[in-house]
Each structure stands twice: as C-alpha cells, then as structure tokens.
C-alpha cells in the first residue's frame, strides 16, 4: 500500500469505508473498499467478492486489519442518480 496516496473519501457502506487511490508512480487511479477484519467480513462480503468477479477479476488484499477490494474507478457520479435522471428523460417524452 505505500505505493499508493490517498485521493479522496467515495464513501461508506454497510460494510466499510471505499476510497480513490493514485499509484505514486504511474500516476493510475484505483478504487479499493476496505473492510475491517472480523465479523463484518461475513457471507454478503463473500457475495460481493464473487460478484466482482463476473464483472472484472478484482484484487483482494488481506491486511493485518482489513480486508482490501481494489476497483477501477467509475468517475461518472452516482449510477442511482443516472437511472433516476433517465427515468425523468422518459417521462418527459410522453
Ligand atoms: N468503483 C467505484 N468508482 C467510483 N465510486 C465508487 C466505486 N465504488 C464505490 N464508489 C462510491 O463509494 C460509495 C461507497 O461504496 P460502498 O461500496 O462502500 O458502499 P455502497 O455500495 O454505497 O453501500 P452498501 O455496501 O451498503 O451496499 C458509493 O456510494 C459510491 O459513491
């Protein structure tokens, strides 16, 4: 990890905390979610691992606390947000 700095908080979920990260040294941008070790790490976090997996193989990082996902980065806002704005565009064309 200490290739890697901090950009920016994303935000929180039910599980842990998920941050944008850029590699010191390419300069690539990385999304990890980072859930702390212990009983939160539990069959729904399994499920969103292999969830995951269909999408992109992610990288799981086992820390001395936490259990890291890393991600590519979706820079193009909320997806809840897209599909309430799309829901507007149509109903505005009846
Ligand atoms: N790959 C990503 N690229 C960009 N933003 C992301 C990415 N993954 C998560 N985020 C942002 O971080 C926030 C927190 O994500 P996280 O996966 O921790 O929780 P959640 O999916 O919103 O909630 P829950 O885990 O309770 O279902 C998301 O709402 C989103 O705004």
Redesign the pocket.
């Known amino acids: 990890m200490e290739k890697y700095e901090v950009v920016k908080d994303?935000?929180?979920?039910?599980?842990?905390?998920?941050k944008?990260l850029k590699n010191k040294h390419t300069k690539e941008l990385v999304?990890m979610?980072f859930i702390e070790r212990g009983p939160k790490v539990d069959s729904n976090v399994g499920r969103e691992i292999i969830d995951h997996r269909l999408l992109q193989h992610p990288t799981v990082v086992l820390g001395a606390t936490h259990l890291g996902i890393a991600?590519?980065?979706?820079?193009g806002g909320?997806l809840f947000d897209k599909i309430c704005n799309y829901g507007r565009f149509h109903e505005d064309a009846v």
């Open positions: 994303l935000g929180a979920g039910s599980f842990g905390v998920t944008l999304v979610k991600m590519e980065y979706a820079a909320e």
